[in-house]
């Protein structure tokens, strides 16, 4: 079975650095594509952008350039998302989800991480 | 690159059926079939309900079905249950640079 989990809930203070995790399991992690996804309080859904683990071969939305890094380790299976300095507007929820290709659909999804960044 | 515009809401009673569009540009839904739709269900994570346009996962209902015609793709819920209460957004793939383009989102009401 399939299954993307992701890292707890984190409150943080602007300016902190924080880096959030998908762990995957049930398929081959090198041959597919991680995206994850922001969601913003009451707000819709944003592509932020997409890893290969195989050869970690990384793609960013324009929006999402410079703002964060996105990384995996394909020894421990798992993506990261992180940042080196926190605002408030990165107040939201983050989705990792799967995908055979970067024009392929985002077929499975971790639960989500909540982050709350607030002084 | 904006959202892809989709009504606010839509609403109808059991056993009906609806339509949610979805309205892009010639950069996106204009220039791909590449265009998906997910189920979101308040405090869960996005399902699949269509991809390629029209494509339906394994294990999704097939009162789901998806179409495209130009710029506008579109969603249709037939035989409307209260479980489809729910958001649903569209996605179009947008280029290499873009990557995905979502749209503004659509609350279904039963």
């Known amino acids: 079975e399939v299954q993307l989990v992701q890292s707890g809930a984190e409150v943080k203070k602007p300016g902190e650095s924080l880096k959030i995790s998908c762990q995957a399991s049930g398929y081959s992690f090198t041959n597919y594509w991680i995206g994850w996804v922001r969601q913003m309080p009451g707000k819709g859904l944003e592509c932020m952008g997409i890893i290969y683990p195989g050869d970690s071969d990384t793609r960013y939305s324009p929006s999402f350039q410079g703002q964060v890094t996105i990384s995996a380790d394909k020894s421990i299976s798992t993506a990261y998302l992180q940042w080196s300095s926190l605002k408030a507007s990165d107040t939201a929820m983050y989705y990792c989800?799967?995908?055979?290709?970067?024009?392929?659909?985002?077929?499975?999804w971790g639960q989500g991480t909540l982050v709350t960044v607030s002084s | 690159q904006s959202a892809l515009t989709q009504p606010a809401s839509v609403s109808g009673s059991p056993g009906q059926s609806i339509t949610i569009s979805c309205t892009g540009t010639s950069s996106d839904i204009g220039s791909y079939i590449l265009v998906s739709w997910y189920q979101q269900h308040p405090g869960k994570a996005p399902k699949l309900m269509i991809y390629e346009g029209s494509k339906r996962p394994s294990g999704v209902s097939n009162r789901f079905s998806g179409s495209k015609s130009g710029n506008t793709a579109s969603l249709t819920i037939s035989g409307l249950q209260a479980e489809d209460e729910a958001d649903y957004y569209c996605c179009s793939y947008a280029g290499r640079t873009t990557l995905d383009v979502f749209g503004s989102g659509t609350k279904v009401t039963v």
């Open positions: 989800a799967r995908r055979d290709t970067p024009t392929e659909p985002l077929d499975y």
